[in-house]
Each structure stands twice: as structure tokens, then as C-alpha cells.
């Protein structure tokens, strides 16, 4: 019943801007912290940025910091990933994870399928 479905993903230049969006269903949304995380082939997960269930706050990872931009509109149950000033760097299937906690721990965890951005001349 759980559904996180992404879209956005494809190919674009260096220097170039690509919006992400993930769509959920099945789970309160508005409930759930979300966030993006990507990875290379070979490679581990690797965080990218997170915001909380009202969007009042924002964390990103180091790498993307000026660049990158997440947000979420709850009345659509979707969150979105602005992508500027890309890097062939930032190639990677990106993932788009729902989390709930409870007393600060995870009670539930839902990742999407994952979509394809390759930064490539």
C-alpha cells in the first residue's frame, strides 16, 4: 500500500538545474520527515538532504549545501529536489525516503525506486 514514486530524473549538462519530485501514498505524509539520499554504483547510500514533517526545517549534506534545495508540499504528499549548479559529481540514482519516529527512534522507513541523474557533456 506504501508508495513513494520519484520522477524527475535524466541527463543534463554540467551547470545545469534538474527539480526531483517523490510522490507518497499509503502513509500520513504530513506525518513523516522526508529526505533524498543517492548512490553510485559500487558505493554506499549516501545522505543528500532532509526536511521535517511541516517543513520548518532543512538539513543537507556538505556536497550539495548552496546547490541543492529540498522542500514539500503536503497538500499534494509530495517533496521535491532542486537541483542547480550540477556536477558530473552528482550522478547517482537518487532515493526518496519517508520516516517516522517515535521517541527518537524509527518506526517506519519507506524508500521509493529510485531515479537515474547523470551530469554528463
Known amino acids: 500500500q506504501v508508495q513513494l514514486v520519484e520522477s524527475g530524473g535524466g541527463l543534463v549538462q554540467p551547470g545545469g538545474s534538474l527539480r526531483l519530485s517523490c510522490t507518497a501514498s499509503?502513509?500520513?505524509?504530513?506525518?513523516?520527515?522526508m529526505s533524498w539520499y543517492r548512490q553510485a554504483p559500487g558505493k554506499e547510500r549516501e545522505f543528500v538532504a532532509a526536511v521535517t514533517s511541516t517543513g520548518y526545517s532543512t538539513n543537507y549534506a556538505d556536497s550539495v549545501k548552496g546547490r541543492f534545495t529540498i522542500s514539500r508540499d503536503n497538500a499534494k504528499n509530495t517533496v521535491y529536489l532542486q537541483m542547480n549548479s550540477l556536477k558530473p559529481e552528482d550522478t547517482d540514482v537518487y532515493y526518496c525516503?519517508?520516516?517516522?519516529?517515535?521517541?527518537?527512534?524509527?518506526?517506519?522507513?519507506?524508500w521509493g525506486q529510485g531515479t537515474q541523474v547523470t551530469v554528463s557533456s
Open positions: 525516503n519517508a520516516r517516522y519516529l517515535r521517541w527518537y527512534k524509527i518506526e517506519y522507513d519507506y
Open positions: 499509503g502513509f500520513t505524509f504530513s506525518t513523516y520527515g
